[in-house]
């Protein structure tokens, strides 16, 4: 019986370390959803491990590899801002014109 308890410990510390895999926290399935889709696509609830991960990538050397995915990112978001394709962007000019038109009108229709 003694046998067994001590072949069941030893065979378990054995393999303790199967499982375990030493992954380089650049190469996380968080960080490369943000390359490919932006960091606006990480979803909510994973906000604070990635930004736990993109520390951790830094400080392992990928310091590069963080700012290549800042920098897309702003160019993404710039590219989508550059024209007004949008409910709410061509919303907010229509109020704008109509407001200047209103006022605009108002100034000559009280002139005498």
Not at 42 to 71: A, R, S, T, W, Y
């Amino acid at each position: 019986m003694r046998g067994l308890v001590y072949t069941f410990m030893f065979s378990s510390l054995l393999f303790a370390k199967v499982g375990e895999k030493d992954m380089d926290p650049c190469s996380d399935p968080l960080i490369r959803l943000a390359q490919k889709k932006g960091v606006k696509a990480v979803p909510l609830k994973d906000i604070l491990k990635f930004k736990k991960l993109m520390k951790e990538c830094e400080e392992n050397g990928g310091k590069e590899k963080i700012k290549q995915l800042h920098l897309r990112d702003w160019n993404r978001d710039y590219k989508k801002a550059r024209r007004m394709a949008g409910w709410t962007s061509t919303h907010a000019m229509c109020v704008f014109v109509s407001f200047g038109y209103y006022f605009i009108g108002k100034i000559y229709a009280t002139k005498p």
